[in-house]
């Protein structure tokens, strides 16, 4: 009983807990299936380098072999015989490259810069990751307060209807009037229906970035910033150069530029000698099927052990333009990397102009909204107490509200709008929220 009574208490927590943006951010980035996926490239990326490592080390094989000649051959004087034998050899055999101008040190280079290339790539995952839940999360936030906004109007439309019943039954209002109150009322709840369901698709792009089951039971914990929370504390050109200096895309483009740069040393290493070194130390054993008298297997071993040791140059003379081409390839990646970097730079200095613009445009907007909304519940006030006073209709009294309605709804969009754009300043120049 005990144990059913903690279950079902850990079950009414877990459906009440209120998730906060960080924590949000956090569990989408945890669970989303691109940023796993780049985790596991990032790893490919290490173990390419540690192969590139390996490539310095001195390479060790053993082998050993056994075949068998059948048929007949004829030797210098006409003479045919039969030439049936029995080989085998062993032994271990060891090589090393001793000299490639640079080869191996750039390829421990560029799978280095590479391993940094996949990094940027998961924190650029994770940054897209944190930018749509900044978006969602102030959607519920904007919706669930409009929500609140229309259920105010629901009430107070179904005080009015409750009024006009009574004024109507005892005959001091016209019937017109609990008709109009009625249709009102229904109209407002019909924006309410609308307005949970927008809280509701909100929620459900938020559940489905983070992964979750049900949406149903899923909630925030509403920020209490205002729409001037956030103050610009750079200036525009500063922004710019701060928010492209923390660009993981940007950074990416300069380690892949940087690996280009190594991968250009790489193709003219091909155009220079290459030493190597090897060593050998092994026996045979041989058999001649058709004359006795040969040695056993073992004292054949112990008599034919041998050692070599060989150092091997080998010189390029023609490669059939392929290194040629090879420079040529990447000398066009590095001019399309310039190029994209360019476009990277512009698109950066774009985003943060507009949000700039957009941060005072709306900044302004909620201010004049603020006003409005102001003379709308004052203007609301006079209709109301005029309409007790009977010198205003209905239907006077219905469109105060709906302007006041609609004027809060205004303020509500640019406070949200000017709230979005700050927090993706902030999160564009400082990485933070």
Request: charged share 25%; hydrophobic share 40%; glycine share 4%.
């Amino acid at each position: 009983m005990i144990i059913l009574f903690g279950h079902f208490f850990s079950l009414r927590i877990q459906a009440q807990e209120k998730w906060g943006l960080q924590k949000c951010i956090d569990f989408a980035q945890e669970n989303n299936l691109e940023i796993q996926n780049s985790k596991v490239n990032n790893d490919v990326k290490h173990v390419e380098l540690r192969i590139a490592k390996n490539e310095r080390l001195l390479e060790v094989k053993g082998f050993t072999n056994l075949f068998s000649k059948f048929g007949q051959g004829q030797d210098v004087f006409g003479n045919t015989r039969r030439n049936d034998n029995l080989n085998s050899e062993v032994g271990i055999d060891a090589n090393v490259t001793i000299y490639n101008h640079g080869k191996m040190t750039n390829q421990i280079k560029k799978s280095t810069l590479l391993v940094s290339v996949s990094e940027e790539e998961i924190a650029m995952f994770k940054r897209n990751i944190a930018i749509k839940a900044i978006e969602y999360y102030l959607a519920i936030q904007l919706s669930k307060e409009i929500a609140r906004s229309i259920d105010s109007a629901v009430f107070y439309a179904n005080l009015q209807y409750e009024k006009a019943v009574k004024t109507t039954e005892a005959g001091t209002t016209a019937l017109t009037v609990q008709y109009e109150a009625q249709a009102s009322l229904a109209r407002e709840r019909q924006k309410l229906k609308q307005a949970k369901l927008d809280v509701d698709r909100a929620k459900l792009a938020m559940v489905q970035l983070m992964q979750l089951d049900d949406y149903s039971s899923f909630d925030i914990i509403e920020e209490k910033d205002g729409a001037s929370a956030v103050q610009l504390t750079y200036t525009l050109p500063e922004a710019i150069e701060q928010a492209a200096s923390n660009h993981p895309e940007l950074k990416k483009l300069s380690l892949l530029r940087s690996a280009a740069e190594v991968e250009h040393d790489i193709i003219k290493s091909d155009l220079y000698p290459v030493v190597r070194g090897s060593a050998l130390l092994g026996s045979l054993y041989f058999n001649s099927l058709v004359v006795a008298g040969d040695k056993g297997f073992f004292p054949q071993m112990r008599d034919n052990f041998s050692q070599q040791v060989a150092i091997s140059l080998s010189i390029p003379i023609f490669s059939k333009g392929r290194v040629k081409n090879a420079i040529a390839k990447n000398n066009l990646y590095l001019q399309q990397n310039d190029i994209q970097t360019k476009q990277q730079y512009l698109a950066i200095k774009q985003d943060i102009e507009k949000f700039y613009f957009d941060y005072w445009g709306y900044r302004d907007q909620h201010e004049a909204a603020q006003d409005m909304l102001e003379s709308a519940r004052v203007a609301l006030t006079f209709t109301s107490k005029s309409y007790d006073a009977g010198k205003s209709s209905i239907y006077d009294l219905n469109s105060s509200r709906s302007n006041m309605l609609k004027a809060e709804s205004e303020m509500l969009q640019a406070k949200y709008n000017c709230l979005f754009v700050s927090k993706m300043i902030k999160f564009f120049i400082e990485e933070t929220l």
